[in-house]
């Protein structure tokens, strides 16, 4: 459970940070929301994997999850286009990390565990 609030805050701290960027085009005041929320996410990611989620995981949930709310929320907040071809765009990102997600799983419950063996 922890990994995954590790993961909520790196999305969340990196969509903020992106969502400040754009902010920060018409007011500079943005750019240090811009710069701790980059490090906050990518402190949290590491974290993340630190407590042990696979890489391929963390940062397609990470990838996906930041893609699909940064698209919607810039849409809300900025007018930025959002078309039928985007949406399924970002539905396609993460189905892809899902069936990542799944095959990892699918694949972990094949393999025997080593017993104090690191992953």
Known sequence: ?????????????????TLS???AMDNPAWYP???AGYVGSF???????????????????WGACGVALTALLASA???DALT?????????VVAGVLCVEF??????????????GAR
């Not at 095959?103 to 104090?116: H, S």
């Open 43 to 61: 402190y949290s990611l590491s974290r993340v994997l630190r407590a042990g989620m696979g890489l391929g995981v963390a940062y397609g949930f």
């Open 21 to 23: 960027l754009r902010a």
């Open 103 to 116: 095959g990892l799983q699918a694949a972990q419950a094949r393999e025997p565990r080593a017993e104090g």
């Open 1 to 17: 459970m922890k990994k995954w609030l590790l993961l909520a805050a790196a999305i969340l701290l990196e969509v903020t940070a």
């Open 84 to 92: 039928v071809p985007m949406g399924v765009g970002v539905v396609l």
């Open 33 to 35: 929301l811009v710069i």
């Open 77 to 79: 907040l900025f007018g």
